[in-house]
């Protein structure tokens, strides 16, 4: 059907624009080829005040000289059709003209003029035509929205483009800056978690140096030291104890060879001057033998051994709460450094945000 419309425009009527099966909207949209279609079959006489600008004005102005010729002819048109013409609706100029196409190919056949037709017409149903003309025109006007309407519609939705290109341009910047601070927040948690491992590792580092590391005390000379003195003057003691006693054995077995060698020269008077003599050895003898006795007895006592026994285990004491002591310090020492540590990365981390911000 559009071939055929598009046959008869363009080779019978002759339009001054010739028209394609597709273009049937965009061309008749502004009713100035209607006006001369019309014209051309001698119906439309206003046509030199027909427009072709396509401003919303000129399209009412087009419309409103169309609906009176259009209604001569029988052709189904009011308000809405016109106005579904002029917002390029797909099919509707294409109906239109096809119903166009049968009414003037009737009066063709017919041999009808526009003032014959318009003769014929009842006094009543042309006044009723008139009516609904004026009608028409009304509501066509409310229909159409005005030239100012349309441009203030165009400049609101080009400025509403514009103003929704720099909403994204402004998200797109917001966006890509909470992503670099978000980057920036991952690197710097990422070198804290990283700082706070190397501090672990020293400190474990510390640590099993410390449990590894034999700590020696040097030990005073013993010739200087309390213990080492006592010592040496019990030892000395238990010397001069022994050698003694040596000497009385030795002063013994001597005085023994020489009174059995003695013995056939002496007389009664010797024999008991050498009674005498032998008796007071004897007696000698038992009292150097008690003495050197009590001596080692008074040396060995278990009193004076259990008192070494006890500076010494008081000593040992002594040094290993001076170890623990030295040990406590150095962890002490070693958290209070890794507080400042600490301290120190919160300190920069917080002054960086507040620079981002």
Known sequence: MSEILCEWLNGEVKLSRSV????FSEEFSNGYLLGELLHKYGLQDD????????????????FSRLEPTLHLLGVQFNENVAQDIMTGQHGAATKLLYELY???EKK???????????????????KLKSIESVLYRERLKTLTPRETDLQLQQISERFEVKSKAIEDKLAHIHVAEQQKVQKLREEQKAQDIEKHHVGRRRQNEIMARIQAAIIQIPKPPPSRTIKAIEAKKFLKKKREAE????EIKKFEKSMAGNASAGQSQVTDSDTQESLQTQKLQETTLETTAQTATELLNIYSDDEYIRKIQKRLEEDTFAREQREKRRRKMLMEQLIAHEAEEVRKCMLKYITHAKLVI
């Open 20 to 23: 394609v099966p597709g273009s």
């Open 47 to 62: 046509f030199n005040q027909f427009s072709q600008s396509r401003v919303a004005n000129a399209k009412l102005n087009n």
């Open 102 to 104: 049968i009414a003037l």
């Open 108 to 126: 063709r056949k017919a041999k009808l003029t526009g003032v014959a037709m318009e003769a014929m017409r009842p006094a009543a149903t042309a």
């Open 243 to 246: 050698e003694t006693y040596k």
